[in-house]
């Protein structure tokens, strides 16, 4: 059922870090059966902050069904708020993600994208958003209203998360992050939403095009071979955290989530090489702990300030 159009809604309380975009559940097939996870990019990204202990609320869209109860005691346990007019009667979204004998995932979504326009009493420290929730009709336009209201008066982090199958054309979406860019301060994207966004260029040659689009630091992560951290100023690669490989679902979203984290977290140092490594190191840590469970369980602030185990067995 579409919102119902009204003036804008206040959220109360504020928070430090406000989440916009898609929560729904990823029913996870794989050799070992099928099981079902709350999930969805942005839901991900406040869940994982919120087990950093930072003071996390969520906007977003969800049913009144019984996985809708399952996403918001899921973010509860985080301690992650949900906005009021976050939740409309009819299904919640899910995304069917078929896992590979190597852990990577394919995906199938039944989405549908509405939300709640809101004015928030007063603006978090961070404002993140991004995913399905950026892209896709009528509620892509909603976000959009909400970075031109924030953008210079806190800070804007934005991973597309591309889903070339929801997408529609490549010059439509491509031409919606080129918009988007320039609310925001720090994008972040994996190699292959890079390649995808611009076929043909360097990553190195990615990075700079999305600088001159207006952000102050690109982060592009690289799987395996780590991350590539790009501002008008410096660029520091930084390795990734080797470990074995349960599923990768969420492992972007835990970088993403430790990425803002250490942003909150920087002294007066601004974006100094020396910063820049030490974001994406804390950042690489956290996806490394993610990937060893399934489904999207990022680290607790115990668990990415503690040593990292060479094993470590999965969790169910």
Request: proline share 8%; glycine share 10%; hydrophobic share 40%.
């Amino acid at each position: 059922m579409p919102t119902v159009q009204h003036p804008y809604a206040d959220p109360t309380p504020s928070s430090d870090v406000l989440v916009v975009g898609e929560a729904l559940v990823d029913i996870v097939v794989s050799p070992r059966g099928t099981v079902e996870h709350p999930g969805g990019s942005p839901a991900n990204v406040a869940y994982g902050l919120g087990r950093l202990g930072v003071d996390t609320a969520l906007l977003t869209s969800i049913g009144d069904d019984h996985h809708s109860t399952a996403i918001e005691e899921h973010l509860r346990s985080a301690g992650v708020k949900l906005i009021p007019g976050s939740k409309l009667s009819g299904p919640t979204a899910t995304a069917t993600a078929i896992l590979a004998s190597n852990g990577s995932a394919q995906y199938d979504f039944d989405i549908h994208w509405d939300l709640q326009r809101i004015a928030p009493p007063t603006l978090p420290k961070v404002l993140h958003t991004g995913s399905i929730a950026t892209f896709l009709a009528p509620g892509a336009a909603v976000v959009r209203e909400l970075l031109e209201q924030s953008h210079k008066r806190c800070v804007v982090t934005y991973d597309p998360n591309i889903r070339p199958a929801l997408l529609g054309s490549h010059f439509e979406a491509k031409s919606i992050f080129e918009e988007l860019v320039p609310l925001t301060e720090v994008v972040k994207l994996s190699d292959e939403d890079a390649r995808w966004l611009y076929p043909g260029l360097s990553l190195d040659d990615i990075s700079k095009r999305i600088l001159h689009l207006g952000a102050g630091l690109v982060a592009v992560t690289l799987g395996a071979d780590g991350s590539l951290l790009t501002t008008g100023d410096a660029q520091v690669a930084v390795p990734s955290v080797k470990s074995a490989v349960v599923d990768t679902i969420g492992a972007g979203d835990s970088y993403m989530s430790a990425l803002i984290y250490g942003l909150l977290m920087r002294g007066a140092d601004g974006m100094a090489p020396s910063v820049l490594e030490s974001l994406g190191c804390m950042a690489a840590k956290a996806a490394a702990i993610t990937v060893r469970r399934p489904g999207a369980q990022p680290p607790t602030s115990e668990e990415l300030a503690g040593e990292l185990p060479q094993h470590q067995p999965a969790q169910g």
